[in-house]
């Protein structure tokens, strides 16, 4: 058993997560009626959300309090490529919903929900949670809330002793050991999430809304593969794909399966870490990016919300698609950290162009139908565009330095 054990963990933890899927398919056809195996998957991701917001907290607040005053970094860079990277997320989802119109099959919302009804309230939203109190941002995942108080904390202890700063080291790299070792169960968690989703959706399930995760998953790797390393080489002049291709199959692999950019951020500071980029940046860097770099987020809300207009026969302008671009990329870095939490700001878009809230909602259910693979490429994009942009930038910085 020892030698099997050490054999399984000898692999590649995305080796051992395609077993886990694979596992959690023939467990799913052949016992059906064994619904206890669907908590694994509910144990594992309960487990992802308890760590994850003190991990964010603990991880800025440490690398804030260590930065060495007078340390260069290229935050201002990678929050610009952040923020662009957003918008043209959301551009490129509304012309794709343009250039192929999808017709939803609207049904009642069975899920209650409370999604905001405009921009004014999205800011007045993020604003609250900024000065929120700082345990119950902790208790309620409210990231933003988290980060505010992180930088308040990481920027005030700079002034503290060494022995206080190697204190708050030494527990953020705690932090980060207890999620490597939720990720290690990652394939067992899968099982879970892979029988669960079988038994209750089905295969036939996702068929009725082939066209549209088409069209949501080729804007997402039309981002990852085109428009991300364009970026990367209008920014740092030389060849993207290297730096792409390896960050998708080391941080957006993991981030497809865990579905949480918070929880996949000591797999994105490792891998910053084997490409020799700044820690001074990127220790910031990444857990920023897993707060506000939406991308993923901001192609769900502009392709959902075009799909309703073109079922409702609602005509969408060149100036509206515009504005509805902007609200998009706004709306998609306060989109909540829980699974599938860009979906609640579709009525948002959607009350750009005439749509309301109740078919908006329908629409919101749509999106819970397609979720399980929708969530998963969302958050990977999201994931890996964090590291891309944290190297580009450093690249960038280099080549002017040279």
């Not at 260590?66 to 989802?93: D, E, P, Q, R, W």
């Not at 899968?190 to 089905?202: A, E, L, Q, R």
């Amino acid at each position: 058993m020892r030698t099997l054990i050490q054999k399984w963990n000898a692999m590649s933890l995305v080796l051992r997560i395609i077993i886990g899927i694979v596992v959690g398919i023939l467990l799913a056809v052949a016992f059906p009626q064994a619904t206890w195996l669907s908590m694994l998957g509910t144990l594992f991701i309960g487990a992802l959300k308890a760590v994850a917001p003190i991990l964010v907290f603990v991880l800025v607040m440490n690398a804030l309090a260590s930065h060495v005053g007078g340390t260069k970094t290229n935050m201002k860079t990678i929050v610009g490529l952040y923020i662009f990277g957003t918008f043209i997320a959301g551009t490129v989802g509304v012309i794709a919903a343009k250039l192929f119109p999808v017709n939803l099959t609207l049904k009642p919302s069975e899920t209650e929900l409370t999604p905001p009804s405009g921009v004014g309230e999205v800011v007045q939203t993020l604003l609250q949670n900024i000065v929120s109190n700082p345990v119950d941002a902790l208790i309620n995942a409210n990231y933003i809330g988290i980060l505010a108080w992180a930088i308040v904390l990481g920027l005030a202890l700079k002034a503290a002793n060494d022995t206080t700063k190697s204190a708050i080291s030494n527990f953020s790299d705690a932090i980060s050991k207890v999620v490597q070792w939720v990720i290690t169960l990652a394939p067992i968690g899968i099982i879970g999430i892979m029988f669960d989703t079988i038994v209750t959706s089905g295969f036939g399930e996702l068929k009725n809304y082939g066209t549209l995760i088409i069209i949501l998953v080729g804007c997402m790797f039309f981002m990852a593969l085109v428009v991300n390393p364009l970026i990367v080489w209008v920014v740092a002049r030389r060849n993207p794909y290297p730096l792409v291709l390896t960050s998708l199959k080391e941080s957006g692999m993991t981030a497809f399966f865990t579905r949480s950019s918070a929880a996949n951020i000591p797999v994105n500071i490792r891998l910053c870490e084997k490409l020799g980029l700044d820690k001074n940046t990127y220790a910031v860097s990444i857990p920023l990016g897993a707060t506000i770099n939406m991308g993923g987020a901001a192609v769900t809300i502009s392709v959902l919300t075009m799909a309703a207009a073109h079922t409702l026969n609602v005509h969408v302008d060149m100036m509206t698609a515009i504005i509805l671009m902007v609200v998009v990329a706004v709306s998609a870095a306060g989109a909540s950290g829980v699974s599938g939490g860009s979906l609640l700001l579709i009525p948002l878009a959607c009350s750009l162009i005439g749509i309301p809230n109740d078919i908006a909602m329908q629409v919101v259910g749509v999106g819970m139908i397609i979720g399980v693979i929708q969530d998963s490429c969302e958050t990977a994009l999201n994931s890996s565009c964090d590291v891309v942009f944290t190297a580009a930038a450093e690249y960038a910085s280099d080549r002017k330095n040279a």
